[in-house]
């Protein structure tokens, strides 16, 4: 093979995929059939979850620069009168829950980051113009264009293809899928300009019935405005001057001396592709699901797709799982991405009226319901966000250990767990990232000391030791690493008595980490290379865990060399 995967597009789910599998130690081409990024402003909205991603693709000084953390969201009527206020608290995953940023410079940096790897490769001037799926591997052939203009064509050979090359996606096309849902007939039109004249943090969404807007304040005094276009307005009207100033008539006092980066017209669409695998070609962000701006979701959803897909790809390529392990990529990014495309086709629902009765009448809703602290604080953290939740997968129902589906609600076990405080399943969630304290880092994000593969974690115990030499030679094949959480106070002890077992030691410095364990009433955690949870268990149950896992991922048999080398 001339590379393990071949990427179409270099957007910023594919060039999110090449950093991941290299910073796995897989190879891959990246093939774009434009001859350089797209420069101009897009997705506005960066979440924890996909900084928590960047951290993991060893990146984040480089986009940190482009982002603004802590961006607050108000949903405003006509009146001026806030209805909803956004405005996320806490850090569950090492990150501020909300950045605003720069799509084009953050893209720039995630496609400088791929100089790194000597196996990743980007190539521009490449259309793809068919991929074979030949059984035992795939071709994919592009037509190159060349400096000179003239044009030949290219054919590479990999292991699999991932299609990332936007909502038109001629991958997903010639998978001949579904692209389910629709996409109303609502205009919008964008205007981005590089000197702010507001100079106002944070994000206002319009929900005017005389012209429903959203104005954003983004880094390096950047500003947005989207507007709703009438259906009597066509499209071409935003070419003149006259009409965009009228547009911003009411939000600027003097729209002549605005540095335009560009003003564009679209529309939304909530749709989802009936399969995200075929075979060895698959399809990951816009490509497989589009969705509405509203709840800036589209980014970090590519984000998800390429967090997901990279570990089993990377896991397959490895040879330490069978190729079925991909089918659950789909399994498990289907119906969150559903679940986001839902939610932003609702947020636009709300935005979107213009008839002066229907906006009346959500405005004494949004009242009544802005006087109960709790509706408001509901709001506020953003606890209407569905947030990832695996419910079969490379999943391992807690108390039953059955491999590869689980229950929302735990089932009553041992007594230890049946008096969990949270009854909740904490399996197929992502793990959360506090400070720590190991014997080398003060104050470091768990992600940084644990690494980016698989981690086996116990609450006060060697987890080394709660396993037998087959056991450990099957999570050495995994590439797994042990980690033994506990109180700072007991930091130097462990690292005393652990010494020699390979066992790293990390200190719970705020009590995040005790708290975790406590509130779920289990002793070891299997976290898998995205940081979500795999399986949890009481210690004694680590190794019949450890064997639904494995059945679960549709892990290969040890080398018996392995084998041979724990038990030596």
């Not at 940096?109 to 113009?129: S, W």
């Amino acid at each position: 093979m001339q590379t393990e995967v071949v990427i179409v597009g270099a957007g910023p789910t594919g060039l999110a995929l090449a950093n991941l599998l290299g910073r796995y130690g897989r190879s891959a081409i990246v093939l774009e059939t434009r001859s350089d990024l797209i420069d101009y402003p897009r997705g506005v909205g960066l979440d924890d979850e996909s900084m928590r991603s960047i951290q993991t693709m060893d990146l984040v000084e480089s986009v940190r620069p482009y982002t603004i953390p802590h961006h607050v969201m108000r949903l405003v009527n006509g009146k001026g009168e806030t209805m909803i206020t956004n405005a996320p608290q806490g850090e569950p995953f090492g990150w501020p829950r909300k950045f605003g940023f720069i799509q084009p410079l953050v893209d720039r940096q995630l496609f400088e980051g791929l100089a790194r790897f000597d196996d990743i490769d980007v190539r521009f001037g490449h259309h793809v113009t068919e991929a074979r799926d030949l059984g035992d591997h795939v071709e994919v052939t592009a037509t190159v264009t060349q400096a000179d203009g003239t044009t030949r064509e290219e054919t590479i050979t990999a292991q699999y293809v991932v299609g990332c090359e936007g909502g038109s996606s001629p991958t997903r096309k010639r998978m001949d899928v579904e692209f389910v849902g629709h996409s109303p007939s609502t205009r919008w039109v964008v205007i981005d300009v590089r000197n702010d004249p507001l100079g106002l943090p944070n994000v206002y969404l319009g929900a005017d019935p005389a012209r429903p807007y959203v104005s954003i304040g983004l880094p390096h005094g950047i500003r947005r405005w989207e507007f709703m276009l009438f259906d009597d307005e066509p499209s071409e009207r935003v070419e003149d001057d006259e009409f965009v100033a009228a547009l911003l008539e009411d939000h600027v006092p003097d729209s002549s001396t605005l540095d335009v980066i560009r003003r564009r017209v679209f529309t939304h669409h909530g749709r989802i592709a009936s399969r995200f695998r075929q075979g060895r070609v698959l399809i990951a962000g816009d490509a497989a699901h589009l969705m509405p701006v509203w709840m800036g979701q589209g980014w970090n959803s590519g984000m998800r797709d390429a967090t997901n897909l990279s570990w089993k790809l990377a896991t397959v390529l490895a040879g330490q799982a069978h190729d079925s392990l991909l089918d659950t990529f789909e399994i498990e990014r289907h119906d969150h991405a559903k679940a986001m495309i839902d939610l932003s086709m609702t947020f636009g629902n709300i935005i979107k009226p213009t008839n002066r009765v229907v906006c009346g009448a959500r405005d004494l809703a949004s009242r009544a319901l802005n006087l109960s602290p709790r509706v408001k604080d509901y709001f506020a953290d953003m606890r209407f966000k569905p947030m990832p939740f695996y419910a079969k997968g490379v999943v391992v129902a807690p108390d039953t250990l059955v491999a590869g589906e689980q229950p929302r609600k735990r089932t009553s076990g041992f007594m230890t767990v049946k008096n969990a405080v949270e009854k909740s399943t904490p399996v197929g969630k992502q793990f959360p990232q506090p400070r720590v304290n190991t014997a080398e880092h003060t104050g470091a994000r768990l992600d940084d000391v644990t690494g980016t593969w698989w981690t086996v974690a116990a609450w006060g115990n060697d987890p080394a030791r709660l396993f037998t030499d087959e056991e450990r030679a099957q999570l050495r094949h995994m590439g797994a690493r042990f980690v033994s959480f506990m109180s700072e106070t007991q930091r130097p002890w462990a690292e005393a008595e652990y010494a020699g077992s390979g066992t790293l030691v990390v200190g719970d410095v705020d009590g995040a980490l005790k708290g975790w364990f406590d509130k779920h009433a289990v002793g070891v955690v299997f976290l898998r290379p995205d940081r979500f949870v795999g399986a949890t268990c009481l210690a004694q149950e680590s190794g019949r865990a450890l064997a639904a896992l494995r059945t679960a991922m549709s892990a290969t048999a040890v080398p018996a060399v392995q084998l041979a080398e724990v038990a030596a």
